[in-house]
């Protein structure tokens, strides 16, 4: 078992208690803005995209990776933006309403 | 630089990245902080994607820059839907960050074959089989909720074993492609066995149910960046991926436990099948009707109303008609709330997201827990598209499909009016015995229709 793996299950296990406790904690009425922010942070994948497109090792790996880009691209503009928008529309009765 | 100070420096931007991510979740707790978690997430991710273009690996950067802006120009679009088409886009998402994460296992393992481990092949074959069934699923979910797909679940005989063989097959061929990893005619059979399980696994799903799928969805796109994390040996993909896959897990569960089924009954129970025609319908029960003209009258007397809203409300559009009915009763000085059952809607928080964007304050909009313990003292109930969340046989019943279900107990206010087209049974096919009760009122017609000649009395009766 290479030692790197040892060291990301680590990693991962820590991340998946800090996740657990955080995501309980967020208040049902934000569900849906919830799935949209951490669809957007999952879109980090795109780092790895651009490196396997820009490493240009096969022409394969290449299209392979920037069809990667886009679509992980894609869903980190759109998540932030579309969370964003829907975190605005949340106000509550009392503050004078405000955009 | 020298180059192993250039990749300290990207290793550091990942790390401040990493915490970031974990503070944006965080924030997003409270709908006061919730902004600047989706602040810190964007500088997260700007630094991190700006980290690793100066990766001196980096050979060709035309292309990525093209592919980039190719990326922004759908997710702009896709970050601009209405409120109403946010489980298809969410399913959409969920399907793109799939692709994405299997196109990069694919292309790894054809850069490193023959050279291979078996130990990094156990991972990619891991990785690629998830990424590319939730790649395919959540196609199939955006699809039926985008209704290009029937939204009914389509079964057949022996379904789940043909399903499940599938599923063997891809996890065999990637057994046998961990004994001999260099096979690479095994690798895109293994690759196109799992995009036809994701199909086989979510075609049989109802719309009803896509509030549990599109939160397992989320899980499985979560962990296959996870994994992808220990393919490539990246601890911020490891780190947002147990993030993102954690949410969607959670998410999952809670949705279960709002229906009072299990994961597998979910995803193997072709729930709203089955039962349509079981129980013989006892004919001649009857029901009262009023007209708009009535329940207006009834509202206006009343000095606390609850509203449920349900998908049907999502369908008809009627999320700012319900905003004018607020402000109508708010006026005269009734207490409105709005009861909000987990699984009301096709995704978790869809009914929060909808009255929120008609300008509802968040303050009026009650879990159910909370609004179960107020629905005694409540005078109407006022049930828009919503139907089994509200079905007392959940209670009572232990016949019913849907037994042991937590429900928002409407049929413990003292009048209870529901807006529905007509006495068709809801999706799921269960007929409700809250709609035979005396102190029932079924209000016929579209919901958007219905709300809207409702304020129109109200403001009528309001100037004499």
């Known amino acids: 078992m290479p030692s790197d793996f040892l060291s990301n299950l ?14 309980k904690r967020v208040s049902p009425l934000l569900h849906t803005p919830l799935m949209s922010l951490t669809n957007a942070l999952d879109a980090i994948v795109v780092i790895a995209a651009i490196i396997i497109a820009g490493q240009h090792e096969t022409k394969l790996s290449t299209i392979l990776g920037l069809i990667a880009i886009a679509a992980s691209f894609s869903n980190m503009v759109g998540g932030f933006l579309i969370t964003d928008r829907m975190l605005r529309m949340f106000k509550t009765g009392k503050q004078p309403k405000k955009s | 630089m020298n180059p192993i100070a250039t990749q300290q420096l990207i290793d550091s931007a990942y790390i401040v990245a990493t915490v970031f991510f974990i503070l944006s979740i965080k924030w997003l707790s409270s709908p006061a902080s919730a902004r600047r978690g989706v602040l810190v997430g964007e500088i997260a991710a700007a630094l991190a994607v700006g980290a690793t273009l100066a990766n001196p690996e980096l050979t060709q950067y035309k292309w990525i820059v093209i592919t980039l802006i190719i990326g922004a120009a759908i997710g702009i679009p896709l970050g601009m839907v209405q409120m109403t088409a946010v489980p298809q886009r969410t399913a959409l998402s969920h399907a793109f960050g799939a692709l994405s994460a299997s196109m990069i296992g694919i292309a790894e393992y054809y850069v490193g074959v023959p050279h291979v481990t078996r130990f990094g092949m156990g991972e990619i074959g891991l990785e690629v089989i998830i990424g590319s069934l939730t790649f395919t699923g959540s196609v199939i979910a955006a699809g039926k909720l985008q209704e290009i797909l029937p939204q009914r679940p389509i079964v057949y005989k022996g379904q789940n074993i043909v399903s499940l063989s599938v599923l063997g097959a891809a996890l065999l061929l990637a057994i046998a492609l961990v004994i001999n990893p260099a096979n690479t005619v095994l690798f895109p059979i293994m690759v196109v066995v799992s995009l036809l399980f994701g199909i086989l696994l979510v075609t049989p799903i109802g719309g009803a149910d896509m509030p549990t799928v599109i939160s397992l969805l989320n899980s499985y796109a979560g962990f296959s960046a996870a994994l992808l994390g220990f393919v ?77 809203p ?28 709005f009861g909000i059952h987990p699984v009301a809607g096709r995704m978790p928080g869809h009914m929060n997201v909808l009255l929120a964007e008609a300008d509802i304050p968040y303050d009026r909009l009650i879990e159910m827990d909370d609004m179960n313990s107020d629905l005694p003292q409540t005078d109407v109930a006022l049930i828009i598209g919503a139907n089994d969340v509200t079905n ?73």
């Open chain 2, 310 to 337: 349900g998908y049907g409300m999502a369908v008809a559009q009627a999320q700012h008609k319900v905003r004018e009915l607020y402000d109508a009763l708010t006026k005269r000085g009734v207490d409105v709330r």
């Open chain 2, 232 to 308: 490539l040996n990246s601890k911020v993909l490891v780190v947002a991926g147990a993030l993102d896959g954690s949410s969607g897990f959670i998410l999952s569960v809670i949705m279960c436990k709002a229906m009072n089924r299990s994961f597998t009954n979910v995803m193997f129970g072709a729930f709203g099948q089955v039962q349509t025609a079981a129980k013989g319908t006892e004919e001649a029960r009857t029901v009262r009707s009023a007209s708009a003209e009535e329940a207006a009258g009834i509202l206006a007397a009343a000095s606390k109303v609850a509203i449920v």
């Open chain 1, 10 to 23: 680590y990693v991962f296990i820590l991340a998946g208690f800090v996740g657990f406790e955080l995501i």
């Open chain 2, 392 to 464: 007392p046989a959940a209670r009572s019943d232990t016949s019913s499909p849907i037994y042991g279900m937590p429900i928002l107990d409407v049929d413990k206010a003292r009048t209870v009016m529901v807006i529905k087209r007509s006495m068709n049974p809801g999706f799921a096919g269960i007929d409700n015995p809250l709609y035979y009760f005396d102190k029932t009122l079924m209000l016929f017609g579209d919901a958007k229709g219905f709300v809207g000649d409702i304020v129109r009395e109200l403001a009528g009766s309001n100037s004499h």
